[in-house]
Every structure is written in structure tokens, then in C-alpha cells.
């Protein structure tokens, strides 16, 4: 069980690194870990914990792929939660996910708050879904190249506070 807390302690941090200095989760980093995860288990659980190990990979792209069309989630963090996943099994990517997406949301609201910006924010989501409903189609919520509006954040940061928080929870069990 280290092994994973290992992988996953490194697989998180690299990637945190990675976000914050290039905007982006790279490929290789992915690969590797998602390698070590799938490999960790096959040795560790044989092919019951290969095949654990290999939906709780595609998991992620199932349930996210919605929020990655709508441009609310980039590919980078999606792959982070199908490596997360490929390490850790089903359970703990799903509640990895959902600390994550908790993490994110009060980490926008703090973002709002220090920017004052909760009524602009709260207009912009509100014209997102009348175009959304008026369309009948999904529409990009945001462009992830303009950086100037101050309401974005590299969601790894999220992603990191769930990884920790899940972890937490499973050793407090």
C-alpha cells in the first residue's frame, strides 16, 4: 500500500509542478504513472486489481468528458484523475473527484471574494446557460488561452487538495 501513496504523492506533486510552470500536464508524466499504477496492481492483486485499475483509468473520461466539451475542465486534469485512478482503483478516483471538485469550488469562491467579482461571475454563468438552452447545445464556457480574466486557476491545485483529502479519509477509516 506505500508503493501507491508513493505514486500518487509523486504523481500529484510532479504534475502540480508541471501545471503551474507550462499550463499544462504533460503526456509522459501521465504515461509513466498510469504505467506504474497498472503495474502495481497487477503485482499486488493480480488481474482482479489490473482490471480494477484499468476502468478506474477510463472512469474519469466517462464522467468528465462533458465538463472537458464545455471547456470547464481542461484534458491535462482529466488524464491526472485517469492516472489517480490507474494507481489507486475505482473508489478512490471517484472520491479523489468529488474532493476535487469541492476544492475547486472554494477555491473559485475565494477567487471571487478577493476579486469582488461574485456578481459579474454569477451574470456570466447565467448568460452561459440561457446560450446553452437557446442553442440546444453545449457552448465553450470559457477560452483556456485568455488568461486575463482573472477567473481562472490551474485546477491541479484542486486536484492535489482532493488527492490529500482522499487519502486522509481512507487512513482515517
Same mark, same amino acid.
Given at each position: 500500500?506505500?508503493?501507491?501513496?508513493?505514486?500518487?504523492?509523486?504523481?500529484?506533486?510532479?504534475?502540480?509542478?508541471?501545471?503551474?510552470?507550462?499550463?499544462?500536464?504533460?503526456? $509522459?508524466?501521465?504515461? +509513466?504513472?498510469?504505467? #506504474? @499504477?497498472?503495474?502495481?496492481? !497487477?503485482? *499486488?492483486?493480480?488481474?482482479?486489481?489490473? %482490471?480494477?485499475?484499468?476502468?478506474?483509468?477510463?472512469?474519469?473520461?466517462?464522467?468528465?468528458?462533458?465538463?472537458?466539451?464545455?471547456?470547464?475542465?481542461?484534458?491535462?486534469?482529466?488524464? $491526472?484523475?485517469?492516472? +489517480?485512478?490507474?494507481? #489507486? @482503483?475505482?473508489?478512490?478516483? !471517484?472520491? *479523489?473527484?468529488?474532493?476535487?471538485?469541492? %476544492?475547486?469550488?472554494?477555491?473559485?469562491?475565494?477567487?471571487?471574494?478577493?476579486?469582488?467579482?461574485?456578481?459579474?461571475?454569477?451574470?456570466?454563468?447565467?448568460?452561459?446557460?440561457?446560450?446553452?438552452?437557446?442553442?440546444?447545445?453545449?457552448?465553450?464556457?470559457?477560452?483556456?488561452?485568455?488568461?486575463?480574466?482573472?477567473?481562472?486557476?490551474?485546477?491541479?491545485?484542486?486536484?492535489?487538495?482532493?488527492?490529500?483529502?482522499?487519502?486522509?479519509?481512507?487512513?482515517?477509516?
Amino acid at each position: 500500500m506505500i508503493v501507491k501513496y508513493i505514486e500518487l504523492s509523486l504523481l500529484v506533486l510532479i504534475c502540480l509542478i508541471s501545471d503551474i510552470r507550462t499550463f499544462k500536464i504533460k503526456n $509522459l508524466i501521465i504515461v +509513466i504513472f498510469m504505467t #506504474a @499504477g497498472l503495474t502495481t496492481n !497487477l503485482i *499486488t492483486t493480480g488481474f482482479t486489481g489490473l %482490471a480494477d485499475s484499468f476502468l478506474a483509468a477510463a472512469l474519469p473520461i466517462l464522467l468528465l468528458i462533458i465538463f472537458y466539451m464545455a471547456r470547464m475542465l481542461g484534458a491535462g486534469d482529466i488524464k $491526472l484523475f485517469c492516472a +489517480i485512478g490507474a494507481i #489507486a @482503483g475505482v473508489r478512490f478516483v !471517484l472520491y *479523489t473527484m468529488a474532493y476535487s471538485f469541492i %476544492a475547486g469550488g472554494i477555491i473559485a469562491c475565494i477567487i471571487m471574494l478577493v476579486n469582488k467579482s461574485f456578481r459579474r461571475r454569477g451574470r456570466y454563468l447565467v448568460s452561459y446557460l440561457k446560450a446553452c438552452y437557446l442553442t440546444r447545445s453545449l457552448q465553450p464556457y470559457t477560452d483556456f488561452k485568455d488568461k486575463s480574466d482573472g477567473a481562472k486557476f490551474r485546477f491541479s491545485y484542486a486536484v492535489a487538495c482532493g488527492t490529500a483529502i482522499a487519502l486522509i479519509v481512507k487512513n482515517a477509516q
